[in-house]
């Protein structure tokens, strides 16, 4: 059926009106789309020749959910989804959700609030609206566990996951699956409601199914989720709605309750900087001079140099993708030990039940091993994952300069190297960009992407679109020393070897860190990333006269490296290790207090925890506000995706640059220069970037 340009497309076929949503791409929720929808069911309930009702989505999709930007406001304009649902459960026509694509959110509300489901194969639904900080607010937490159950609702509901339509149709969720057309099936699904004479279903009048143990049901599921994010409001929300559900009130209190917890949240700042980060990932992949039409490179096969721990990860990442890849690797016995690297953690997945045996072996079929360049001659793209060296790097990228096929992108996995040198180093800089995983790569989300001076257009939008088939979110980075994240987590570490040469612990420091939300703290950080790889990293930044000309700078980590203490791979590194459990070693804070006796550093024991947070995080927004300025990051919200997805901010604040907007301009700079004052400051650490200075003038 062609789109009349109208939100909802009204026909009629065999006695049945089949009203398509026509807001593409997702068929969101807008007010126009719900307007329409509630316009169409009254059009349909008054026609004599309309038997019932089919609700299906145009496009893509039946529905995504709500229109997410309607939420900035605090409230929502009617008509909302209850009372479209209310239209549909009062009419004496059955209504019959039609559900291809994915329904999502208010789209599976609205689903649930239809008295049959039938959905393709392949459709997918669930309740992401946790992951935004808010909760299913037209329904969900009230109809679900009627038809699914306690045990089910929880789950989708605070979890945010989606599933399939076979297993909606085995736990309740939906009541058919289509074999044929979706719309015909649907319309002959409607027209037995109609003839069989029962009452019409609907969910929000079935008892409630509970569990006998509901309350520990309850308190468990939330519990599992607030490990990870003991600070989140939505969960403890969700399960308090669906606790009322379970009390056996009645259903339509049910629903007041539900719409007063989802309204405070809506408003609340957890919500807030979760919808930021939501429109900013979007934003991301927007940039500027770009042209849109670009013609993107095939990529089929995919070369990784390097059978390492970080090269490892890559080619799991783009195997899990169903891209075939060849890894190389110049000494056989590495290789070797990579490929079984690579077999043994598929393995152990299959194990747990998280891929079958056909996945294993589909997997690894699509891996090939080489110690020969020539290898690299088929590949579509070639990533670079070696030692974090320029001179091996720029060996290795002008190798593949000579054996990779015209158009071949190559890409260096360097975390901190300048690209443009690397990319001249291959004789086709155009070629050529930056591609940071971070580690565990086949877990990790984030991709930043690095754009050479000379990047060719379409190898920039290619690796983009490639980066969405792989599963990550991608952030477009100019060329500085450390890109985005590793050039503002410089100042976080800084200042973490300044306060342990100060007198604070490990344990104090991370512990503070941790409190404020971030998934680990620095020092456990550094050792399991390895403290001697930090080191080097230093000292040649060093050798090139890159390092401010204070001998107290990032003091401590190159003595503990130079020490052997490397981090946990060595069982000692800021902390000792017992099998990967950190405990407090006393040396530690010996050797930073005679560090500290060296260097002049005068010993605290005065240090707060609310300055060990000022101290680290302050310090990593304001190189945020110089990347802005220097136009390394395109936007804001680009340096909070690279902290939330790849240096585990806590999403709860936004990101580093929408904290520092929610703490106020004024009041960061003013701390800054606090800590500049109580420092000493000689260094010029503490400065208020140009741009920060500016933005707090431009508001007072």
Known sequence: MAATGKPVDYTVRNHVAVLTLNAPPVNGLSQSLRRAIKTALCDAEGDGCVEAVVLMGG????????????????????????????????????????????????????????????????????????????????????????????????????????????????????????????????????????????????????????????????????????????????????ARCIAFAASGVDFEEGLVFEREEFLKLMSNTQSRALRHLFFAEREAAKIPNLPPDVALRPVERVGIIGAGVMGRGIAMTFLNAGIPVTLLEIDADALQRGVEAIRSNYVTRQEKGRMSAEDLKERMGLLRSSTNYDDMSDCDLVIEAVFENMEIK?????????????????????????????????????DVLGMHFFSPAHIMRLLEIVRGAETAPAVLATVIALARRIGKVTVVSGVCYGFIGNRMLESYLRELDFLLMEGATPARID??????????????????????????????????????????????????????????????????????????????????????????????????????????????????????????????????????????????????????????????????????????????????????????????
Request: with cysteine; net charge negative.
């Open 59 to 238: 496009g893509r999709m039946f529905c995504g959910g709500a229109d997410i930007k309607e939420f900035a406001s605090g409230e929502i304009s009617e008509p909302d989804v209850n009372v479209i649902i209310r239209q549909m459960e009062i009419m004496d026509k059955p209504v019959v959700a039609a559900i291809h694509g994915v329904a999502l959110g208010g789209g599976l509300e609205l689903a649930l609030g239809c008295n049959l489901r039938i959905a393709t194969r392949d459709a997918r639904a669930g309740f992401p609206e946790v992951r935004l900080g808010v909760l299913p607010g037209a329904g969900g937490t009230q109809r679900t566990p009627r038809l699914v159950g306690v045990g089910l609702a929880l789950d989708l509901i605070l979890s945010g996951r989606s599933i399939g339509a076979k297993e909606a149709l085995e736990r309740g969720l939906i009541d058919a699956l289509s074999e044929r057309d979706l719309l015909t099936d649907a319309i002959a699904l409607a027209r037995r409601a109609c003839q069989s004479g029962d009452p019409l279903p609907v969910a929000g009048r079935l008892p409630f199914n509970g569990t006998s143990d509901l309350e520990q049901t309850i308190t468990a599921a939330l519990e599992q989720v607030l490990r990870r994010t003991p600070d989140a409001e939505a969960p403890k929300a969700i």
């Open 394 to 430: 720029q060996n290795v990228c002008a190798r593949l300069g000579e054996v990779c096929k015209p158009g071949a992108i190559i890409a260096t996995n360097t975390s901190t190297l300048n690209v443009d040198t690397i990319a001249n180093a291959s004789g086709r800089a155009s």
């Open 511 to 700: 512990t503070a860190l941790e409190a404020f939300g971030m998934a680990m703290g620095p020092c456990r950080m550094m050792d399991m990333a390895g403290i001697d790889v930090n080191a080097r990293v230093l000292d040649e930044r060093a050798a090139e006269g890159a390092l401010p000309d204070d001998p107290g700078y990032r003091a401590l980590v190159r003595k503990l490296a130079a020490m052997g203490r490397h981090g946990q791979k060595a069982g000692q590194g800021y902390y000792r290790y017992e099998g990967r459990t950190p405990c407090a070693d006393p040396q530690v804070d010996r050797i930073a207090a005679e560090l500290a006796a060296t260097l002049g550093i005068p010993r605290r024991d005065d240090i707060t925890d609310a300055e060990i947070r000022d101290r680290l995080l302050l310090p990593l927004i304001n190189e945020g506000f110089r990347i802005l300025e220097e136009g390394i990051a395109l936007r804001p919200g680009d340096i909070d995706i690279v902290w939330t997805a790849g240096y585990g901010w806590p999403a709860l604040t936004g990101g580093p640059m929408h904290h520092a907007e929610a703490l106020g301009l004024g009041r960061v700079c003013h701390r800054l220069e606090e800590l500049g004052r109580q420092t000493g400051d000689r260094f010029g650490y503490f400065a208020p970037a140009p741009f920060l200075l500016r933005r707090v003038a431009d508001t007072a």
